[in-house]
């Protein structure tokens, strides 16, 4: 006979595995919400660099055209559908339904912020070759998208990888309070957005070929890309089939992201391999 019969507790809530589950990205776009139909255009439209004229030796005032543009994003639908039989919830640990749910909600906003990112990788100005940030470096990003003309008219944001900021806590101009009045090293682990130079960073570690010798960074003009969604009926279901006793969830999004404006985004190729 046994002395002891040891028991095995599990714990009833599940634990969040590490994964980006929010959109990052969405709000630093212009954003178009209702949507009916599958090509949502954008129209920009400028003088086409046109200078002042004097009158003419007949006395008419020359007249000329505005420049407009239009520009095209495609939607295009995209879904996410965990299923599990009702054994599998039965005998498995945690609210399975409640994770199917947060799951693939994960996967749609991922997919998102991808969408954008795929747009603003159709840019053609960088800041030259990969490097680890600098302050000139980040200087000339910014410098380029100023000479465009396009740091007065919106909001501009960088999108940086967790090695960029890594580079950019090494520099005075940006933790040192002869530069600055936020204490950057306070919660830095939590905060992922912030305000410096003029520019909303976002630490995103999302971005393609993040932790590699050339990751794709980017600073941009929120006027320079275009994002066209169905937030209104964005889709997500929790549902049960009683003849195969199986419960799902699906989350359903129709989407389509636009480069609206080339000289709007610098591609900021950095090297994130020492740190990463």
Request: hydrophobic share 40%; aromatic share 10%; charged share 20%.
């Amino acid at each position: 006979m046994a002395e002891t019969a040891f028991q095995t507790m599990y714990r009833k809530e599940a634990i969040a595995g590490f994964e980006k589950r929010e959109t990052l990205v969405r709000k630093t776009t212009v954003t178009e919400t209702n949507i009916n139909g599958n090509v949502a255009v954008f129209l920009v439209a400028d003088s086409g660099g046109a200078t002042a004229v004097t009158r003419g030796v007949n006395g008419k005032i020359p007249s000329r055209p505005d420049n407009n543009n239009q520009y095209s994003a495609n939607l295009v639908e995209w879904h996410d559908k965990p299923i599990k039989t009702g054994f599998n919830i039965f005998a498995s640990q945690g609210n399975q339904r409640d994770i199917m749910q947060r799951t693939c909600q994960s996967v749609i906003n991922r997919k998102i912020d991808g969408d954008i990112h795929t747009a603003l990788a159709a840019a053609t100005v960088t800041w030259g070759s990969a490097a680890a940030a600098t302050l000139a470096l980040v200087t000339k990003a910014k410098t380029k998208l100023g000479n465009a003309f396009a740091v007065d008219d919106a909001p501009v944001f960088a999108l940086i990888t967790p090695a960029f900021h890594g580079y950019l806590m090494g520099l005075n101009q940006f933790t040192s309070s002869d530069y600055i009045n936020m204490k950057p090293f306070e919660g830095v682990s939590k905060d992922r957005a912030f305000s410096w130079y003029g520019v909303n960073w976002i630490v995103d570690a999302g971005l393609p070929g993040v932790g590699t010798s050339s990751s794709t960074c980017f600073m941009y003009s929120q006027n320079a890309i275009g994002h066209a969604c169905n937030t209104e009926a964005l889709q997500t279901f929790v549902g049960y089939d009683e003849e195969d006793d199986y419960s799902f969830a699906r989350c359903s999004m129709y989407m389509g992201s636009k480069l609206l404006q080339n000289a709007g985004v610098v591609k900021m190729l950095h090297d994130d391999s020492a740190l990463s």
